[in-house]
């Protein structure tokens, strides 16, 4: 019983820590490098027909070159609402359109703006830290609930916080490891 009891707090931290880790490679996936990347606006909601539409259901995004995205709809009357939308987003593009696809050039980042990015990435990794750490955090304290409850004992409480803070500490070195990547991805010209 207590060895189930330890597996499943186990099992939990992992999964929470490893949420965490997902969440911040979804999130360093929309930040912007210079290059060119659809996932850049694949989160935008266009106004399409009165319902706020993501971008993916209306049009297929691509990057023909590095500092290119186009965007072409299934509907060619929704390309000037795409367009609104991009600008309307505020992050920094500015879209121009033909009649049937939407040319989205990526502007050259200035080294002031990539060391805001850097900034904002820090920022970004140390919000996902604290999640990887909030589940270390549960983890113990279940632990300690079981520890209390006399279903494991002291030394195994012990062994399973020692085992909990290793896994810890391997997942704060794998968001760090992401950030690296990403921050000379951003610092690089």
Do not use: C, W
Not at 12 to 34: F, W, Y
Not at 114 to 133: A, N, T
């Amino acid at each position: 019983m207590a060895e189930e009891d330890l597996e499943l707090v186990d099992a939990e931290a992992r999964e929470g820590m490893q949420k965490s880790l997902d969440g911040l490679h979804h999130e360093l996936s929309k930040v912007r490098t210079g290059r060119a990347n659809p996932i850049l606006l694949e989160g935008l909601q266009v106004e399409y027909y009165g319902a706020s539409t993501p971008i993916k259901q209306l049009a297929t995004i691509s990057a023909p070159e590095p500092r290119l995205l186009t965007i072409q709809p299934f509907d060619t009357t929704a390309i000037n609402e795409i367009e609104r939308s991009i600008l309307k987003a505020d992050i920094g593009l500015t879209p121009s359109n033909d009649g049937k696809i939407v040319r989205v050039p990526i502007p050259e980042l200035t080294e002031e703006r990539r060391k805001d990015m850097v900034k904002q990435l820090k920022k970004i990794g140390e919000e996902h830290k604290v999640g990887v750490r909030s589940a270390r955090r549960d983890a113990i304290a279940m632990l300690k609930d079981l520890q209390k409850d006399k279903t494991i004992s002291e030394d195994d409480a012990k062994k399973a916080q020692k085992k909990t803070q290793a896994m810890t500490d391997e997942f704060v070195a794998e968001i760090d490891k992401a950030m690296e990547i990403k921050e000379e991805e951003i610092l690089q010209i």
